[in-house]
């Protein structure tokens, strides 16, 4: 079908006049032969009939007579070449007489007509008379039919044919057209030569050459646009580079540029300066002063002819120049942290001196890399200049961190945050009273890693609030069926988190151990978010709780603080009771704080009681509760933690 | 001697033959003579009800065989042919002359005045007349059968219309008329 549709006009046209045609010519000559066949047949019936009706008289009367021997009477029909058969029966079916017409004659083509003969006077059936005519006069007819109409289909198809050749030459034309549209390029000028004008081809040609004539109209306007464009993405182009490597502030080029600048050595020597305390600037100036500070730090390092970048906020970067020594390129930056600490910046009519750090890398392999940790190690040691060594190890510290932050992370996942609980004894009776909690991870292997190992970088690493949670909830579940007092200790950063808090209030209520639970809080902490402990305080204190003061007396030892924040317990600190018996300074310190919480009415622990000595000592000075590895060591409580 | 008996066997030969022609053609009359006057018009239209009769007339001394021979009729037809009724019988001619309820005449051997006297007697009363002998036609008898390469039925033309004899017209499809 999709052939058929595809087809060419003058195909399409001949085929459906074929197909009328074909159509027209076989309705035609079917019928046409119906009629001559019908016609010839009547016609051959007709006159057999007339034999039959001109001999049958005699035959009857023959037959009734019973005279058998009828050849003479019937011999004028009988001798037609046409007649091919007669035969008269009786009514018993004998045959009375038989003729047979001698020769080859084909009884296929042959018309056979029937009579029934009957007695003249009464008209009863006395026989039956068959006349066997031959047909050869239709089949004569029908062959000169079939010659007739033969010719007419030969005729028929010579026109067709001279047809297809006319109509292809009345469609040639638009072959043409076709072939030059089919090469047209735009911008180019297509004359079309038809061999002869018909009306409707020049209204084609007309309409292309009108076409064409747009087409070329549009294609130069196209062309005008292009170049606009080409003008306007090469513009673009140069303006998104600019944006990609150069920073937008300083217009200096940016960390991406220098990464990239890097990236075609194999090592590099690379420093990076860092703007001491800028964010106390921007906090006093204001954003728009400190970005106006930063652009002439930027046009100030350009007139040393340090070649600078800026990769960060507050943090600028050279690299080593070709020709330049890595001495020579230290030398170089000492001279100028020099100059900028010299260098005085107006802000706002107010004298600003700048200060920077910086770290360099060496033919490093990572030089942004090495030279941050350097600019970090001078930062941590209040160095204005520091030099990346790879043999202090600091990467592998680095990489030592991540892994215990992953650590960490799999072992909240895995429920391998464990609580140890170490006895606080009354130091009056001797026996436990209190136990305090004391986290640790219990590794694949079953040992046990120390809160000092892992706590420290679980705060930044945000995961130190989940892990507080956590041993909330075991603590508070575990002394939910038991009856002793315990202490679980808190960060400020635990303090601060809504969540936290609200986590501990919820476990506390559902655990109903709010009335046995005591906090454990740094005095060092509740003097810098005294605010936010106080609310605390009072918030877990309204529940039951208690709240304890750790490490107390090594701090700044605020009394005055301790009385706002309304604690129940001071946890005096390890450091001054382990010595207590050598160092009467330590003494006098304990038994100051001792007398201090007696006279405002709450209890005092005595941490890192090792020795029987010790625990006599703190006894005697009047301290409620002993802590420590003489009294009792970290224990586990839960059984299914074993 | 031999010729003699060969004469004999030949005259014998000659008489078997001619006996047995003859019976050859009383048989051919005996099965057409009742259909021919089934043919006729007058005697189909008068006597569809009645019994006809068909005359085998006699002269002299024949009854014997103009009874045979009508005998045979009955016999053969049984007193009917196609819707007519007829009955056979033997008549000597002076009977024939007396009587006017015959509806066909078949006469067998007589003498030429006496078939003259019969053609003229069927043609006054309109009765057909069919003759054993086919010269008595030249004697005024409507019609004869006789057996020639076929068998032919002889009608005197002249004697169909002096009689105003009418029959199926089938019949004059295979008689001759002279």
Redesign the interface.
Known sequence: MNRLNNARLSTKIIFTLIIAAVIVFSVITSITYMIVRDLTINSQKEKASLLIDAVEPSIAISLFLGIRDMGEKLSSVTRLNEVIALEVMDLNGNIIHNYHQHGIVSLNESIQITKNLTEPSSHKPIGTVILTYSGEEFTKTMHRFYLFYGWILFGVLMILGLMLIWINRLLLPIKLIAKKVRNYIPGQSIVFEIPYAQREFTQIVHAFETMQQSVMDYSHQLQSINSELEVKVAEQTHEVTRHLYYDNLTTLPNRFKLQEDLSQRSSSTVAILNIDDFKEINDFFGIDSGDWLLRQIGLWLQEMKLSPYRIGGDEFAFRLKEGTSSEQFCHDIENLLSLLSEKLFMIAEETVHVRATVGVAIDSDKPLIHADVALNKARSFKLPFSIYDHSEGIEAQYQANIAMSAQIRQALVEHRIICQYQPIISCETGKIEKYETLVRIRNEDGTLIGPYDFLPISQKTKLYHHITQEVVYQACNLFATREEQFSINLSSSDILDHRTVTTIENILRQTGTADRVIFEILESEGIENFEEVESFIIRMKSLGAKIAIDDFGTGYSNYENILNLNVDILKIDGSLIKSINENSRHRIVVEAIVDFARKIGIDTVAEYVASEEIFQTVTDMGITYAQGFHTGKPQFLDISVL | MEILIRSIVLILAIMLFGHAEENVLINAHI??IP??M??NAQV?SDNTSKTSLLGIVYEGSHKSNAQAIADKINQYYNGKV???MFNAVAISVDDLMKQHDIAFVYVTATSTSTVTRIGAWGISNTIPTFSYDTSALEHGILGSIAIE???V?YINKNVLKAGKFRF????F??ARLI
């Open positions: 099965r057409m259909k021919i089934a043919l189909s196609a819707n007519l390469r076929t068998t039925i199926n017209d089938t019949l499809q295979i």
